[in-house]
């Protein structure tokens, strides 16, 4: 039954986006199906989004598709075999798109369809703005790290659960086993970032992978450099990454340079020797002087300014998500997780997302009467509780512009209740990144018992949810938003759906003109315009 959902699924998207045909790459993370399109023209992007199951669309290196955790996994094997198909049933050219006037829709005022546009639109603006050689790098990292997300959090479940048992003393004869379950990958992670970091720069993976194996392997405790002895795993990450990129390198001048009659024994050869040379007489040395710094640079802002950091560090996460900037945070989070067991940042940004459910919690109720931005609210919240924001935020907050930055104070308060107890000694960390909201809590860990853990992380969560809902309450909206907003009629809503959206006691005051921006600056362009006529049933004037 569930393999026939996920194909039904996969079986409306695929005709929405261009056909097979029209169909290049396709991959997943997290909660996205990633395509690589031939032509973004044949792309139906309103009819996808209204597809049961699709939370949203992102339009980025790859065209995005937002299915959530979990699903996303399901839905993408499914997605490939159909499109396998459709090639091999109809090799023909890609569909015609269809002409832009067919079946255009009457005049109507702002809808949460129309509202998800324009936060595909500011993506998209800001990504050709920013599509720097320094964002661009930082995109490879991210691919790098991305595909251990999995791996990092079945790993980091375990260890939870395994820690929780050797605590209550129960099942003594099965916690080792759990405890080598939750530590294997961890102590093989190096491995695996040198072959996807091979893979990401244009090398023999297996290669990036053989050279950061040496950083593991215990025997280089043997090894003396600058007058200490080398231990297994020092440099970690940064140092697999280091070894697997000068790989690359020294893989490529051996297939400019080397024979073809000898390039099967020579470069890979001189690959391994050079690469792991420099990486163990240097680059193991410089990663773990990094990797340490890092460590204590990210104890000493916690401990010393940790109110201040959490509440920079969860106001500016979404932004810096917006400037492709967060992908940096990645390598960071994996090296404390390598070196401390987990790392403190994570649920401090994880507020930013806490922030966004209480904003869309007072766009819900500010906006009674726009029923179909009310719907989309509702089908996206439960993803949104769990840590998935995207649907809240390229089709709520961010088309909306004020809103987004009073849901950015509701992360920065919550990051600031957890950094404030990271100052009085009870720091809170994750096992693993990628999951936040309430999907973080199995993977809570820190310097205290996991009672208070639970306890500050709940807080900071309870923090960022009200502190969003009063900030875009009171101050989300200007007069001119309110009355486009609240004037939304929806031809498809049922009867007992209209009842829903309450009429408001008074009449909306009187909106500012329509040429001049918002009270919050925002252009004319990207805010809701004016309605071209009043609901059938207006609010009694006052």
């Known amino acids: ?295 204590t640079g990210a104890d000493w802002l916690l401990e010393n300014t940790g109110a201040f950091a959490g509440f920079v560090l969860g106001g500016l996460f979404l932004p810096l998500v917006m400037l492709g900037l967060h992908q940096a945070l990645i390598p960071i989070h994996t090296t404390l997780i390598e070196s401390q067991g987990y790392t403190a940042l994570l649920p401090i940004l994880a507020m930013a997302g806490a922030g966004q459910v209480g904003c869309a919690v007072a766009v819900y109720l500010r906006l009674r009467r726009n029923a179909s931005l009310r719907r989309t609210i509702r089908s996206a919240m439960p993803a949104g509780i769990l840590g998935v924001g995207e649907p809240l935020i390229y089709g709520v907050s961010l088309p909306l512009g004020r809103p987004f930055i009073t849901a950015c104070v509701g992360g920065a308060a919550g990051g600031a209740f957890i950094g404030a107890f990271s100052m009085l000694g009870d720091t809170v960390g994750s096992t693993a990144i990628g999951p936040s909201g309430w999907a973080l809590f199995p993977l809570l860990a820190g310097n205290q018992s996991l009672g208070l853990l639970i306890a500050v992380y709940g807080g900071g969560l309870l923090t960022g949810y009200l502190v969003g809902f009063l900030a875009t309450y009171f101050f989300g909206f200007s007069k001119q938003m309110l009355t486009d907003l609240n004037a939304d009629v929806d031809a498809g809503e049922s009867g007992e759906a209209r009842a829903e959206a309450e009429p408001t006691d008074a009449a909306p005051e009187a909106p500012d003109s329509p040429d001049a921006p918002d009270a919050s600056g925002t252009p004319g362009d990207l805010r809701p315009g004016t309605p071209p006529a009043p609901a059938p049933a207006p609010a009694p004037s006052s």
């Open 1 to 295: 039954m569930a393999e026939n959902k996920n194909r039904a699924l996969a079986a409306a998207i695929l005709p929405l986006v261009g056909g097979a045909a029209n169909v290049t790459t396709v991959v997943h993370c997290m909660t996205r199906l990633r395509l690589g399109l031939a032509d973004r023209s044949l792309v139906q992007d309103e009819a996808l989004k209204a597809v049961p199951g699709v939370m949203g669309v992102v339009e980025d290196d790859t065209y995005q598709i937002v299915l959530g955790p979990g699903t996303v996994a399901r839905v993408t094997p499914e997605f490939e075999a159909l499109v396998e198909e459709e090639r091999a049933a109809t090799p023909a050219p890609a569909p015609q798109p269809v002409p832009a006037t067919a079946g255009a829709p009457e005049p109507h005022p702002v809808t949460a369809e129309e509202l998800a546009a324009r936060g595909a639109e500011i993506k998209a603006e800001r990504k050709a703005r920013n599509a720097t050689p320094l964002k661009l790098f930082l995109r490879r990292i991210a691919n790098i790290f991305v595909p251990l997300i999995p791996a990092l959090i079945g790993c980091g479940i375990i260890a939870g659960v395994n820690g929780l048992l050797m605590n209550l003393g129960w099942a003594p004869g099965v916690t080792p086993a759990l405890g080598a379950l939750a530590s294997g990958f961890m102590a093989l992670i190096a491995v695996f970032v040198g072959y996807n970091t091979a893979k990401e720069f244009g090398g023999t993976p297996i290669l990036g992978g053989a050279v950061a194996s040496i950083i593991v392997f215990p025997g280089i405790g043997d090894v003396e450099v600058f007058g200490s002895q080398l231990s297994p795993g020092q440099g970690g990450v940064l140092g697999a990454l280091g070894a697997a990129v000068l790989a690359v390198y020294v893989e490529r001048w051996c297939r400019r340079w080397v024979p073809e009659a000898v390039d099967v024994l020579v470069t890979p050869t001189v690959t391994v020797l050079v690469s792991g040379l420099v990486t163990v007489f240097g680059l193991m040395f410089v990663a773990g002087q990094i990797a340490s710094g890092i460590g």
